[in-house]
């Protein structure tokens, strides 16, 4: 029997991996289109409303891609395979992989977000609050300091990237959502607070803080300035060519280098209310107000 492979953890296997699966957009029928990472892969299309079901390009490219991964023996897991449909208004179809039908679900997490039909991404804050206020118990638990630059770094380690995590692409616009990602900030600074005056401290407590002053006592700043930050960092970058993304299906803009006036932006405004949340329009949005 003929081996092949490279042996594991080497340094060339992703490079000789992505060379291998290089080909298969170039399989995929005219108005599919894929996202590949490492050994995932995406498949994506819109399907008009008066599409005719036996004409199927999603479930072509389905086929094409068995076809590729039987000729180049690769085993598609298809217990991993899912299907999703986004939009307020979907067209349900089926499909099969190898013959078996692919399962569909309402919620799958994907490179570390929840992805729903709607694209509002409050199941994965409700999922990421919990986890953070989870992993702020246990600090607590474990350390009995009262030292605030021991908690708060640790605070920072373990608590805040789970805050923070892609936020350029998954920022909570709910203001339920909202309030709920700072109450994990909130509570971690009131239980130090707390356990540096040596009792629990209540709101009409003489030495009560607010969560914007504790912030300050502790030189935090509130996680939705952060995130407006991360915006407009991400924004240079794109401007400067930092991020290998085609700027201009987002905006356009025209930076003045005679006078002191802003970079002019120039984007399409948003015609429904999920595309008002869309990292261009708010970010944009905001800094030209």
């Known amino acids: 029997m003929a081996q092949c492979g490279v042996p594991q953890g080497a340094v060339l296997s992703p490079i000789l991996f992505g060379i291998y699966v290089n080909e298969i957009p170039s399989k995929l029928p005219m108005g599919v289109h894929c996202k590949q990472?490492?050994?995932?892969?995406?498949?994506?299309?819109?399907?008009?409303?008066?599409?005719?079901?036996?004409?199927?390009?999603?479930?072509?490219?389905?086929?094409?891609?068995?076809?590729?991964?039987?000729?180049?023996?690769?085993?598609?897991?298809?217990?991993?395979?899912?299907?999703?449909?986004?939009?307020?208004?979907?067209?349900?179809?089926?499909?099969v992989i190898n013959g078996s039908p692919i399962g569909r679900k309402q919620l799958t997490r994907d490179l570390g977000f929840m992805i729903s039909p709607k694209l509002d991404f409050s199941e994965h804050w409700h999922k990421a609050t919990n986890q953070a206020k989870y992993v702020l118990s246990l600090i607590f638990k474990k350390y009995c300091s009262d030292n605030s630059r021991l908690l708060t770094l640790l605070y920072k380690i373990f608590i805040r990237p789970i805050l923070e995590y892609g936020t350029v692409i998954s920022n909570p616009h709910k203001k339920s959502d909202i309030k709920s990602v700072e109450s994990v900030q909130n509570a971690f600074t009131r239980r130090l607070y707390s356990r540096q005056k040596g009792r629990y401290i209540r709101a009409d407590d003489p030495e009560y803080l607010s969560a914007p002053e504790r912030n300050s006592l502790y030189g935090l700043s509130s996680l939705e300035n952060r995130r407006k930050y991360f915006d407009r960092k991400f924004l240079t970058k794109m401007i400067a060519g930092n991020v290998d993304i085609d700027t201009r299906p987002f905006f356009t803009f025209f930076q003045n280098t005679r006078t002191r006036a802003k970079t002019k932006f120039i984007w399409a405004r948003s015609k429904t209310k999920i595309r008002q949340e869309f990292f261009t329009n708010r970010t944009l949005t905001a800094i030209t107000l």
Do not use: M, R, V
Not at 55 to 84: H, M
Not at 88 to 95: A, F, Q, S, V
């Open 37 to 95: 990472f490492a050994d995932d892969i995406k498949l994506y299309s819109e399907i008009p409303k008066d599409s005719d079901p036996q004409n199927n390009k999603l479930q072509q490219a389905i086929d094409a891609i068995c076809q590729w991964s039987e000729t180049k023996k690769l085993a598609l897991n298809n217990s991993k395979t899912i299907l999703i449909s986004l939009g307020k208004t979907t067209k349900n179809c089926d499909y």
